[in-house]
């Protein structure tokens, strides 16, 4: 069945550092695919989505390009802040119209 | 963007008891809720789909009747956690689909509600 995978975390960084968290993915045909975020103590927000190939996700500072050769969607960002900290989701769309998460990454950011 | 939002936040409650979880889409009509449910460190486990006017779509390995949904109106989803004991304490999530999102699969989720049963 269809899946993600996300790079292990937790991953701390420094302010002003640049962010990579790695997501790949399982899937028949040509899924969407999403990175969401969830900030301390809240519920889940929508922080990019790509919907086929190539097509690049921003949002906020960040940027995740859709790569069908490699079955990836990592997200980037250039200059890292504190106020970033948070567990980020990668996920996709099932044909179904479901979601499937990856395990999440917990990012935090050391002024 | 589309605000969905659950009630309570917050529950702690007997083993034993039941408890209902209110999700609502406050400013759309959403047809499809999906409920999901997540465990310290860990990723969204879907658990059902609502549909209104219809009965919930199960996922494999998730028990239909401890886990109860109901979809009674196009803006409201309920899970009720039928007698509940502390493994059912988790974080439930609901996410509404928004139509006009199109067939992307974009959700707006509520804020978590958290169950803890003593």
């Known amino acids: 069945g269809d899946s993600v995978t996300q790079m292990e975390g937790p991953v701390t960084l420094s302010e002003e550092a640049f962010l990579t968290i790695n997501c790949t993915y399982t899937?028949?045909?040509?899924?969407?695919l999403f990175w969401y975020v969830q900030y301390p103590g809240e519920g889940l927000q929508l922080l990019l989505k790509?919907?086929?190939?190539?097509d690049k996700g921003s949002n906020k500072g960040f940027e995740a390009t859709y790569r069908k050769e490699t079955t990836s969607f990592h997200l980037e960002k250039g200059s890292v802040q504190v106020s970033d900290s948070a567990v980020y989701f990668c996920?996709?769309?099932?044909?179904?119209?479901?979601?499937?998460f990856g395990q999440g990454t917990r990012l935090t950011i050391n002024p | 963007g589309a605000v969905v939002s659950q009630h309570p936040s917050r529950v702690i409650c007997k083993s034993g008891t039941s408890v209902k979880i209110e999700c609502r889409s406050l400013?759309?009509?959403?047809?499809?809720m999906f409920w999901y449910r997540q465990f310290p460190k860990q990723s969204l486990m879907l658990m059902a789909t609502?549909?209104?006017?219809?009965?919930?779509?199960?996922e494999q390995g998730v028990e239909k009747d401890k886990f109860l949904i109901n979809h009674a109106s196009l803006t409201l989803s309920t899970l009720t956690v039928a007698s509940a004991h502390p493994e059912d304490s988790s974080f439930y999530i609901c996410?509404?689909?928004?139509?006009?999102?199109?067939?992307?699969?974009?959700?707006?989720f509520g804020e978590g509600s958290r169950l803890t049963v003593l």
């Open positions: 996410s509404a689909r928004w139509v006009a999102g199109g067939n992307t699969g974009e959700l707006f």
């Open positions: 899937a028949t045909g040509y899924p969407s």
């Open positions: 790509a919907t086929k190939a190539d």
């Open positions: 996920a996709l769309s099932s044909p179904a119209q479901k979601l499937v």
């Open positions: 400013d759309f009509q959403a047809t499809t």
């Open positions: 609502s549909n209104e006017g219809s009965k919930a779509t199960y």
